[in-house]
């Protein structure tokens, strides 16, 4: 069965300590892993997609890994505006049957 | 209007109404999604639609009926919805490729559903 778990599911900073969030999964034929970060009542909002091992994208404080069994998402020198929660997702599937598979995220509060 | 939008934002209704979520999305996509979010779970796909051709029911209770007219709009029918139905219901778009991995998904704001 194809898995996607987040840890930690809860994590508390103070401003500008760095530190990384864990994407584990395990699924049959990985076709792409996605970052989504959530503010609450809100939608998911689009980071980043990584597609093979090895790959890195950045975006301002955040910077995102791929091996073949997890991703990481890096925070560097983290701001309160970065406080939400943070979903990951792998695609699976192939030929119409695809689907996203969700983690259930990890809340990141970051303290000024 | 911009983006994926979502009507109404809040929902409440009984056992026994018939309603409907409507999404519409303005950025050019092919491919629209129903999610649904439940507290201390994992998102979870409910339908996808491809062209406007439903490609995907991932094991939905009859009671939810989705309804894709055309590529911007997608309506998700509800009857005689149970209590533990109630989340919040997301819908998402994307540029589908057919043939290669899917491109990345922008969600609306989502409706938050209660059940009485």
């Known amino acids: 069965e194809d898995q996607v778990t987040q840890s930690p599911e809860a994590l508390r900073l103070q401003e500008g300590e760095s530190s990384s969030l864990n994407c584990s999964y395990t699924?049959?034929?990985?076709?792409?892993l996605f970052w989504y970060r959530q503010d609450p009542g809100k939608g998911p909002e689009f980071l980043f997609t990584l597609y093979s091992a090895g790959e890195e994208k950045e975006k301002e404080r955040l910077k995102a890994t791929l091996t073949k069994k997890e991703s990481f998402l890096h925070i560097t020198a983290p701001k309160p505006e970065d406080s939400a929660t943070y979903l990951c997702a792998v695609q699976v599937g192939q030929g119409g049957s695809e689907k996203l598979v969700f983690g259930k995220g990890t809340k990141l509060t970051v303290n000024p | 209007e911009t983006g994926v939008t979502q009507t109404p934002r809040h929902l409440v209704m009984g056992m026994t109404n018939k309603k409907s979520l409507k999404c519409e999305q303005h950025l050019g996509h092919n491919a629209m999604y129903w999610y649904k979010q439940s507290a201390k779970k994992p998102l979870e796909l409910m339908f996808v639609y491809n062209f406007k051709e439903q490609t995907e029911n991932n094991s939905v209770p009859s009671r939810f009926s989705p309804e894709c007219p055309n590529s911007s709009h997608l309506f998700l029918h509800l009857h005689t919805l149970q209590p533990e139905d109630s989340a919040l219901y997301l819908c998402?778009?994307?540029?589908?490729?057919?043939?290669?991995?899917?491109?990345?998904?922008?969600f609306g704001p989502g409706t938050r559903l209660t059940v009485l």
């Open positions: 998402a778009s994307s540029q589908d490729n057919k043939q290669g991995p899917w491109n990345e998904q922008f």
């Open positions: 699924v049959s034929g990985l076709r792409g």
